[in-house]
Each structure stands twice: as C-alpha cells, then as structure tokens.
C-alpha cells in the first residue's frame, strides 16, 4: 500500500508495471488519498476468481484487474484489513488429514522377519507401519527386511530394524509441510498420529496430488499433462442437469450437506460417473465414504426420507429413493493373496478405493465436499479412455488377480464399441495363456455370463466370449459359437413378436436355453446346479431343452385340428421354452402352431374344481382327474361352452362310472 497526497490517476499502467516485475500468486495493491483507497487485484492460480473474494466491496473486474475503493485512507489499517478478509476467504491448505489413507497396514515390533516380509510378500507392500502395543513405533521398509534376509535373521524380531524417532504428523498438518518433511527425511511415508494411535499414512503419490496447482502448465506441455479438457464444477452440474433428472442434483446436494456437516468426504463413483460423461442417463449411484458408511447412509436417508436396506455383514446399505438407487460404501482398499481368489478387505482412502477398480473408466468419481462439489477425481486417466474409445486396466497383473475382469472387459467393450488397450490386450491374453479361468468356480463364471446376456446386445457380447475361448471354461463342450443355434442373436426381437400377450417373458432363461441347447438335458441340469441356478429357473431352461428335440417332430405329426394334442403337447412348457422353440427349431409351420396354441388353446380352463362336483354328491377320488380330463377336453373341440354344459357333462361321466354317489359334505347316503 502507498499513500498520495495528490489527485488519484488511473494507476493501471503502474499496477501493470507491478505485476510484470512481482512474481507473486495474488497480488493486491493500492493507494490511499484523502480517506479512500484504491485497491487493484490480480491472480495467477487458475482456478481462483480474484472478483469472487471481494464481491460484497462492489469490485469490478475488467480485462486483467479487479478494482475497488475502500473508505480509509491509513495504509496501515487497509493492509490489515485486506489481510484479514484474505485470510478468511482463501482456500484453506490441504492438510494430511485430507489425503491420508486410513487404517494402514500395520505389524507388532515382536514379529519376525520372516512373518512380516510374508506379509509384505502376500499384500505387495514396500513398507508397513510398526506398532508397539497401541502406539505408532516407526516403520519397517522392505529395504531393512532385505538386508536382514540376507544376514540369514529370519527368527529375529523386526525390533531393531525400526529407525528410531521416525517423522510423522498430525491430521491438520499441511500437505506442503509433509512434502518438506519427505525431502527432509529421505522418506516417502509418512504417518498421521493423534495422541500416538495411528490415524493413518500420507504417501508421496499422495502428497504431489494433493498440492494445489498454483499456476497453470506452459502451453508446450499442455497437451502432455491435459490430452483432454477436464471438465470443470460448473460444467459438470450443466451436464448433470441435462443428461439426469433435477432429483438426482438435489439428492447429491443432500449428499454434500451430510458430509460436511459430518467431517468426512464422501464421491459418488464408478459407472454413474462414467455414464454422466458419456451422457448416458444411469439412476443407479455409488456413493463412497471415507469412514464407516453405514451411520452416514442412515443420517442421508433421515434427510431424504427415503428407505434404506443395510447388509450388516459388509457394513454397506442401498437407499431407495423414488426410482433412484444409491449403494454405500466405505472406501477401502484390496489384496489378492492367490490368482482368482476373492480379494481381502480393508479400510482405504478414495486412491485405494479407486485404485482396486477393474478399469480406468471405471476409476473416477465426483467429490461430493462442499468445497469441490462436483469436482472430478480422475486419477488414472479414465477420461482420456473414455474419449479414446479403450478399456484399459489399472496395472498388468488385474486379470491374473481377478478373472472376472476378462469378462467384464469384453462385455464394457461391446457396450461402448470401445477397443481394449494394447497392454491391456497383453496383459488379457497372458491371464487366458495362464489359464486364470480355472481358477474360477462354475458359480462365478455363471454369473458373468448372466450379466452378459442382460446387455443391449447380448448376442454380440456372447460371440466375442467365444472369440476370447471364454465360453469353453463354463463347459469343455461350449469351445466354438458354432454349438449355437442359428437365430440366437435373433432372440431379443424374437422376444418382441410375444408381446401382445402382455406376459414377462425372462430373456435370461431364454439365452441360457440357447446356450446350453447342444449339450443333454443331464448335463445342462448339472451345470445349473453348480452355477447355483434358482430351481424355478433351472427346470424351465432344462425342460425347454429337452423340448427342442422332441416337440418339432411331434408338432408335424399332428393332424390339422387336432386341438386336443396341440394342447397336451404344448401346455406343460413355459413361455421362455416356447420362445426357444419359435427362436431357435421351429419353421414358419410350426411357428404359426406355437402362437395358434398361445391365442386360443392356452388360456383354455375348466370352470368346476373339486368342491363343485363333491356339491354335486361325486365323492373326491382319482376319478375327479377323469372327469376333469374328459371337461377340459370338451372345452378344446367347442362341446362344452358353459359352466351348465361341465355340470351335466361331469354327472354324466360319473353316471358312466358306476360309482356310488355321496351326500354333499362327501360322506356316504345313509340306506
């Protein structure tokens, strides 16, 4: 601040001056005269709005600055001020609180080498945090473990090779403050320690994310650093009002209240973000918390009203609001202890939970804090795939790990017509050359392939399965899409000609008929079972194949108007089957018979039931199942019409049976 005694000019070409010589982030300066000042702002942090901070002084921005007057004419007193006002409006420091990884792993200085580098080993850690009781006593390196291999100390306790008086911070400590820490030390952890208890750890990957970027890259590396322009809070909620509806901003706001009013960090992840991005409408949310989710899903529910489903055994919870779903969860991260195994558990930070996704489209989330709301988190360059059209995973060993990835690759693949990235396609090829597949059990296999065939084209997902030799591990028999039935790609328009009978008709049944249609109905039946097939399922897909066999063959053979055969032939199928028949066997022929049988024969029935004939003094027995034959038999060729033509119909078939006739509650006539 500088003080005139004479008439204020405009001072641009001097603020100018200032600026090219200063190299300061902000700067803001003036000159007071009289009793006014005269306040120039200017910012060289991109996302930082100098006009926002002084927006209730009445400032106006124009090309470069922003200019107000204050009524005080003390430099002093309006350095003071503008101090102050900065202070409380600038973005706080990112503390090591915001970017640390919770619960790390941990081991007791007791342990042996040999037990801690097996965890090391089986986790694929470089490092774990060293507890003494409950307190934080350092941390052992992969380094020290090595060095104590090689002097043959597998027995020792990992004690000594604890460096003593280790750096560490606290929760509020600011990243900037960790990063000197790091380079001071020679470290690239550091934990975070409340009254000595390990909070968590702040890595170094952590740190260069969560250091503001206060200038902005030079424009000869930007395309190196940005390939693709990173939509930014205000873009994002243009995008989210047009490709969802206002519920689904409301909603996430309230998302946003509850977090913060809680202290904790909460983003909506994985395939919501990734359909906003595509515009493709997706109402079913993932919402991660950094902390345990089940009390903050229960507070968001009280907020919305809305209802909520815990699953206590994984501490996570799906709240139904109108036709909005939102999944829990607390962030956490995964290890793999052997190839295919389910993976083991524990509590993480948004870069663990990020981290263990199957593919960098599927890594990115929106920051739900009230100060980033909708920020993009994208860590792994998922919106540069999206753009490029590639599924990539995470790091080369993903398919070796899970599997069921390689599933998933080509069914996301098919999905977006994407390409799967070169390493990618390595890293496919080798899990398949390693035979990762078997590892999987029927159960699971069956269950990727089940959300195949919900796909908008399943038919093209299942032929890429065969191309990727994926399908054979369900059965050594499914080898080659050859085993399929000709029209199977057909099946969902297929599907489409039954709907005037207004009926659900399962399309998943009918593609696991089709699927399983060249193998015997004794086998495909195994098969379910181990895939753990719902029963109800299971007998429909099994006696739907053993009917592509036998009913063409029996459908030739019927006379014209034979309504009665027709009727008996096809009356014990479910609709799923004689979609299978008209889908994969049948010709023009026997087609028109399956859909004669569904608009007139099948809705056929007799009205009388049991207590209609015992009113009628017949006595219950194997009989009634004559005599509801004979009437359902009448109602097929048009000789019965009526519930009277079934009654005399009824009585005179018993008649015809030389039965004795029973008393209406049917007993016996007394003699």
Request: charged fraction near 25%.
């Given at each position: 601040?500088?003080?005139?005694?004479?008439?204020?000019?405009?001072?641009?070409?001097?603020?100018?001056?200032?600026?090219?010589?200063?190299?300061?982030?902000?700067?803001?300066?003036?000159?007071?005269?009289?009793?006014?000042?005269?306040?120039?702002?200017?910012?060289?942090?991109?996302?930082?709005?100098?006009?926002?901070?002084?927006?209730?002084?009445?400032?106006?921005?124009?090309?470069?600055?922003?200019?107000?007057?204050?009524?005080?004419?003390?430099?002093?007193?309006?350095?003071?001020?503008?101090?102050?006002?900065?202070?409380?409006?600038?973005?706080?420091?990112?503390?090591?609180?915001?970017?640390?990884?919770?619960?790390?792993?941990?081991?007791?200085?007791?342990?042996?080498?040999?037990?801690?580098?097996?965890?090391?080993?089986?986790?694929?850690?470089?490092?774990?945090?060293?507890?003494?009781?409950?307190?934080?006593?350092?941390?052992?390196?992969?380094?020290?473990?090595?060095?104590?291999?090689?002097m043959d100390l597998w027995d020792s306790p990992i004690a000594p090779f604890v460096p003593s008086q280790p750096p560490f911070v606290t929760r509020e400590t600011p990243v900037r403050i960790v990063r000197k820490l790091m380079v001071r030390h020679d470290v690239t952890k550091i934990p975070v320690i409340e009254e000595g208890r390990i909070l968590g750890i702040v890595t170094a990957r952590e740190v260069l994310r969560g250091l503001r970027e206060l200038l902005p890259p030079p424009a000869e590396y930007l395309q190196q650093v940005e390939p693709v322009p990173v939509p930014d809070r205000n873009a994002m909620e243009t995008l989210l009002k047009r490709v969802t509806p206002i519920k689904v901003l409301h909603v996430l706001r309230k998302?946003?209240?509850?977090?913060?009013?809680?202290?904790?960090?909460?983003?909506?992840?994985?395939?919501?973000?990734?359909?906003?991005?595509?515009?493709?409408?997706?109402?079913?949310?993932?919402?991660?918390?950094?902390?345990?989710?089940?009390?903050?899903?229960?507070?968001?529910?009280?907020?919305?009203?809305?209802?909520?489903?815990?699953?206590?055994?994984?501490?996570?919870?799906?709240?139904?609001?109108?036709?909005?779903?939102?999944?829990?969860?607390?962030?956490?991260?995964?290890?793999?202890?052997?190839?295919?195994?389910?993976?083991?558990?524990?509590?993480?930070?948004?870069?663990?939970?990020?981290?263990?996704?199957?593919?960098?489209?599927?890594?990115?989330?929106?920051?739900?804090?009230?100060?980033?709301?909708?920020?993009?988190?994208?860590?792994?360059?998922?919106?540069?795939?999206?753009?490029?059209?590639?599924?990539?995973?995470?790091?080369?060993?993903s398919f070796l790990e899970d599997p069921t990835r390689m599933f998933r690759a080509i069914r996301f693949a098919c999905r977006f017509h994407f390409d799967l990235a070169e390493d990618t396609q390595r890293a496919f090829d080798l899990a398949r050359q390693r035979e990762a597949l078997t590892t999987l059990s029927p159960k699971r296999v069956g269950a990727e392939i089940t959300r195949c065939l919900h796909e908008e084209s399943p038919?093209?997902?299942?032929?890429?399965?065969?191309?990727?030799?994926?399908?054979?591990?369900?059965?050594?028999?499914?080898?080659?899409?050859?085993?399929?039935?000709?029209?199977?790609?057909?099946?969902?328009?297929?599907?489409?000609?039954?709907?005037?009978?207004h009926e659900p008709i399962d399309g998943e049944v009918v593609h696991w008929i089709g699927l399983l249609a060249s193998l015997a109905p004794e086998q495909a039946e195994k098969l379910l079972i181990e895939m753990g097939m719902h029963a109800n399922r299971r007998t429909a897909i099994v006696k739907s194949i053993r009917a592509l066999s036998e009913v063409p063959l029996r459908l030739a053979r019927l006379a014209a108007q034979d309504d009665v055969g027709l009727f008996t032939l096809l009356k014990p199928l479910p609709i799923e089957g004689l979609v299978a028949l008209v889908a994969f066997v049948l010709d023009k022929a026997g087609a028109r018979q399956i859909f004669d049988f569904l608009g007139r024969l099948r809705g056929v029935r007799v009205e009388l039931c049991g207590d209609d004939l015992i009113a009628l003094g017949i006595p219950a027995g194997a009989h009634m199942r004559t005599i509801f034959d004979a009437l359902l038999e009448g109602r097929l060729r048009g000789s019965i019409t009526s519930r009277k033509d079934e009654t005399d119909h009824a009585q005179r078939i018993f008649s015809g049976l030389r039965l004795p006739l029973s008393g209406r509650n049917g007993r016996q006539p007394a003699p």
């Amino acid at each position: 601040m500088a003080k005139t005694l004479g008439n204020v000019q405009d001072l641009t070409p001097v603020m100018d001056t200032l600026w090219s010589r200063i190299d300061a982030h902000i700067l803001v300066a003036g000159v007071t005269s009289g009793r006014q000042a005269w306040i120039y702002a200017r910012s060289r942090i991109p996302d930082l709005e100098v006009s926002g901070l002084f927006k209730d002084l009445h400032a106006r921005p124009d090309e470069r600055w922003t200019r107000f007057t204050l009524p005080d004419g003390e430099p002093d007193s309006v350095r003071k001020s503008l101090v102050e006002l900065l202070s409380s409006r600038l973005p706080a420091d990112s503390t090591a609180g915001d970017v640390m990884t919770v619960s790390p792993k941990c081991v007791d200085e007791s342990q042996t080498v040999a037990n801690t580098h097996d965890m090391m080993l089986r986790f694929n850690l470089m490092s774990l945090v060293v507890k003494r009781g409950d307190q934080f006593a350092g941390i052992v390196t992969r380094r020290d473990l090595d060095r104590a291999v090689q002097m043959d100390l597998w027995d020792s306790p990992i004690a000594p090779f604890v460096p003593s008086q280790p750096p560490f911070v606290t929760r509020e400590t600011p990243v900037r403050i960790v990063r000197k820490l790091m380079v001071r030390h020679d470290v690239t952890k550091i934990p975070v320690i409340e009254e000595g208890r390990i909070l968590g750890i702040v890595t170094a990957r952590e740190v260069l994310r969560g250091l503001r970027e206060l200038l902005p890259p030079p424009a000869e590396y930007l395309q190196q650093v940005e390939p693709v322009p990173v939509p930014d809070r205000n873009a994002m909620e243009t995008l989210l009002k047009r490709v969802t509806p206002i519920k689904v901003l409301h909603v996430l706001r309230k998302v946003s209240a509850t977090a913060e009013a809680r202290k904790i960090a909460a983003y909506a992840v994985g395939g919501f973000v990734r359909d906003l991005l595509l515009e493709r409408p997706n109402l079913d949310m993932d919402v991660v918390v950094i902390g345990d989710a089940l009390p903050f899903a229960e507070a968001v529910s009280a907020e919305l009203k809305a209802h909520l489903t815990v699953f206590d055994r994984f501490r996570t919870a799906r709240l139904s609001f109108e036709d909005l779903k939102i999944d829990f969860t607390s962030a956490r991260r995964e290890h793999y202890a052997q190839v295919g195994a389910l993976p083991q558990v524990e509590l993480g930070g948004i870069a663990n939970d990020l981290s263990r996704r199957d593919f960098s489209i599927n890594a990115m989330a929106l920051d739900l804090s009230a100060g980033s709301f909708l920020t993009l988190v994208d860590l792994f360059g998922g919106l540069r795939d999206l753009h490029e059209g590639r599924i990539r995973i995470l790091h080369s060993f993903s398919f070796l790990e899970d599997p069921t990835r390689m599933f998933r690759a080509i069914r996301f693949a098919c999905r977006f017509h994407f390409d799967l990235a070169e390493d990618t396609q390595r890293a496919f090829d080798l899990a398949r050359q390693r035979e990762a597949l078997t590892t999987l059990s029927p159960k699971r296999v069956g269950a990727e392939i089940t959300r195949c065939l919900h796909e908008e084209s399943p038919g093209r997902v299942i032929d890429r399965l065969y191309a990727a030799k994926l399908m054979r591990v369900l059965h050594p028999d499914l080898a080659d899409a050859s085993v399929l039935p000709a029209r199977f790609k057909l099946i969902p328009g297929i599907i489409r000609r039954f709907a005037p009978l207004h009926e659900p008709i399962d399309g998943e049944v009918v593609h696991w008929i089709g699927l399983l249609a060249s193998l015997a109905p004794e086998q495909a039946e195994k098969l379910l079972i181990e895939m753990g097939m719902h029963a109800n399922r299971r007998t429909a897909i099994v006696k739907s194949i053993r009917a592509l066999s036998e009913v063409p063959l029996r459908l030739a053979r019927l006379a014209a108007q034979d309504d009665v055969g027709l009727f008996t032939l096809l009356k014990p199928l479910p609709i799923e089957g004689l979609v299978a028949l008209v889908a994969f066997v049948l010709d023009k022929a026997g087609a028109r018979q399956i859909f004669d049988f569904l608009g007139r024969l099948r809705g056929v029935r007799v009205e009388l039931c049991g207590d209609d004939l015992i009113a009628l003094g017949i006595p219950a027995g194997a009989h009634m199942r004559t005599i509801f034959d004979a009437l359902l038999e009448g109602r097929l060729r048009g000789s019965i019409t009526s519930r009277k033509d079934e009654t005399d119909h009824a009585q005179r078939i018993f008649s015809g049976l030389r039965l004795p006739l029973s008393g209406r509650n049917g007993r016996q006539p007394a003699p």
